[in-house]
């Protein structure tokens, strides 16, 4: 079965790290291009990461110098390292395959507070 699942959201205070998860299944991550996306509420799903087949990585001017995307091909996995989170971090976020989109995972909450 194609899909991803992203796990490893928390309520978090400001200033405060997670690492955010996407595990993939029925394709290999180190062949396409994936995305870290994030909806907050009342807001259109935005892209803030996206992590090549070379491993070059892209942000979002918002998360720029803060997040961190890596790859673990043996796990099959992407990962979203967020330092530095701030309030405004506050949203579901989803992971996807942008040159093969999958069905969207339920997404991890992201709750920046204090």
């Known amino acids: 079965q194609v899909q991803v699942v992203e796990s490893g959201g928390d309520l978090v205070q400001p200033g405060g790290s997670l690492r955010l998860s996407c595990a993939a299944s029925g394709f290999t991550v180190e062949y396409y291009a994936i995305a870290w996306f994030r909806q907050a509420p009342g807001k259109e799903r935005e892209r803030v990461s996206c992590?090549?087949?070379?491993?070059?990585?892209y942000y979002s001017d918002s998360v720029k110098g803060r997040f961190t995307s890596s790859r673990d091909n043996a796990k099959n996995t992407v990962y979203l390292q967020m330092n530095s989170l701030k309030p405004e971090d506050t949203a579901v976020y989803y992971c996807n395959n942008l040159i093969r989109r999958v069905n969207w995972g339920q997404g991890t909450q992201v709750t920046v507070s204090s």
């Open positions: 992590i090549n087949s070379s491993g070059n990585t």
